[in-house]
């Protein structure tokens, strides 16, 4: 990854982080850890991909998760 990290406000967090553990986990991306109401998600014990509670909720954005076969994603 060209990025070390990158992370965004939500309104929910607690909606967002079962959205996103849901999302993810084919991945094998999951809950790394959780600090002052921010989440990081990743692999291997390396948060890369945060999001949490507090500034100016994102509006669109685009995202993308490296996946290993298009199995992994349902396609």
Same mark, same amino acid.
């Given at each position: 990854m060209i990025i070390d990290h990158?992370? #965004? @406000?939500?309104?929910?967090?607690e909606q967002s982080k079962i959205f #996103?553990? &849901? @999302? !993810? @986990?084919? !991945?094998?991306?999951s809950?790394?850890?959780e600090v &002052?109401?921010? @989440?990081? !998600?990743? &692999?291997?014990g390396k948060p890369e991909f945060w999001f949490g509670q507090g500034g100016t909720v994102q509006g669109q954005m685009h995202?993308?998760?490296a996946a290993d076969s298009?199995?992994?994603v349902g396609v």
């Open positions: 990158l992370g #965004f @406000a939500v309104s929910d967090y #996103f553990g &849901k @999302a !993810l @986990a084919p !991945l094998g991306i809950v790394i850890i &002052k109401g921010w @989440a990081g !998600l990743g &692999k291997n995202v993308a998760f298009r199995e992994q």
